[in-house]
C-alpha cells in the first residue's frame, strides 16, 4: 500500500518517464552503516555514526521518551543493514529524530532531536532542478507521523509531515519540495544546509509504535499508475533503472 499527495492524467504517464528516466537521484540515507540508539525512561539518548556512504559523511539519531511503562521503558532505534527500526515497548510514548546536518559533533536540540549545527554546505537537493521530492519507504504498525525538515539554519527551515497508514503496510512517502511549508523564510531545495527526519508516537493511541524505513532519497516523484506507465515506456527505450530492493 502506498501514500501520495499527486494526481495524474492519462497524459502525464509519458510526461512522468520522461522527468523519471532523467532524474538526479541524491541518496540521503539508505540504512546500511550500523548504529544502535537506546532510551529506558524518559529524556532522549543521542549518538552519532559517519560512513562515506551518508549525505555529509555523518548520521545523528536522537530517542526520546516522553511517556515511559512501568514494566518495560525501553524505546530502541536500531540502523543496518538496509533498514531503520524502531522498537518500541507497549505503552511507551516518545519520538526519534534522524538528522543529517554534515558535523561529526552530536549535536541538537536534546528535547526534539532537531540539529545545531549546519554544515551540509547548500547541498542540493533538487539534482539541478530534475528532482521534485523526497520520498521514504516504509512500514508502521501503527499510524505515527513522519515529519521531513529542510534547514537553512535554526530559524529558517521548511517542513512537511504525513502519517503511516497503519498494520505493517508498505509506504512510499512522497514528499513534494512544493508542499514544504515554510517556518522563517524558509528553506531552498537547492541550498540545504541540514536534513532532519522525526516519527512521533506521542499520544496513548500511538504508545508503543514499532517502525521501519529501508531509504531516504531525493529523487523525481512519481505517482503509482505513472511509475507503472513510465517504467514500461522506459524498457521498450531499453532504459534500466536500478532500485534497491530488501
Do not use: C
Not at 492524467?9 to 522527468?19: D, F, M
Not at 549518538?47 to 511503562?69: C, E, K, M, Q
Not at 515554510?182 to 512521533?200: L, P, Y
Request: aromatic share 8%.
Amino acid at each position: 500500500m502506498y501514500s501520495w499527495k499527486r494526481s495524474w492524467s492519462v497524459g502525464g504517464v509519458i510526461l512522468a518517464a520522461a522527468s523519471f528516466a532523467q532524474a538526479a537521484p541524491v541518496l540521503i540515507d539508505d540504512f546500511n552503516v550500523a548504529q544502535t540508539t537506546d532510551r529506558q525512561n524518559v529524556g532522549s539518548t543521542t549518538n552519532s555514526v559517519s560512513d562515506a556512504g551518508i549525505l555529509g559523511t555523518h548520521r545523528d539519531v536522537t530517542v526520546t521518551v516522553t511517556v515511559a511503562s512501568a514494566s518495560d521503558p525501553d524505546a530502541l532505534v536500531t540502523v543496518g543493514p538496509e533498514n531503520l527500526q524502531s522498537s518500541t515497548a507497549s505503552g511507551v510514548q516518545g519520538r526519534f529524530a534522524v538528522v543529517w546536518d554534515g558535523s561529526a559533533t552530536v549535536s541538537g536540540d536534546p528535547v526534539t532531536g532537531l540539529p545545531s549545527v549546519f554544515a551540509l554546505g547548500g547541498v542540493d537537493l533538487t539534482g539541478g532542478g530534475m528532482n521534485d521530492g523526497i520520498y521514504i519507504r516504509g512500514f508502521a504498525d501503527l499510524q505515527p507521523t513522519l515529519t521531513v525538515y529542510l534547514f537553512e539554519d535554526a530559524t529558517n527551515y521548511s517542513t512537511q509531515s504525513q502519517s503511516f497508514v497503519g498494520l505493517n503496510n508498505e509506504q512510499l512517502f512522497g514528499f513534494l519540495f512544493a508542499d514544504f511549508i515554510a517556518v522563517g523564510a524558509g528553506a531552498n531545495a537547492a541550498s540545504v544546509e541540514a536534513v532532519a527526519i522525526v516519527v512521533s508516537f506521542e499520544t496513548a493511541q500511538l504508545a508503543g509504535a514499532d517502525v521501519t524505513l529501508d531509504f531516504v532519497e531525493a529523487n523525481f516523484v512519481p505517482a503509482p499508475a505513472a511509475l507503472h506507465g513510465g517504467l514500461a515506456l522506459l524498457a521498450l527505450l531499453g532504459v534500466v533503472t536500478r532500485r534497491r530492493r530488501r
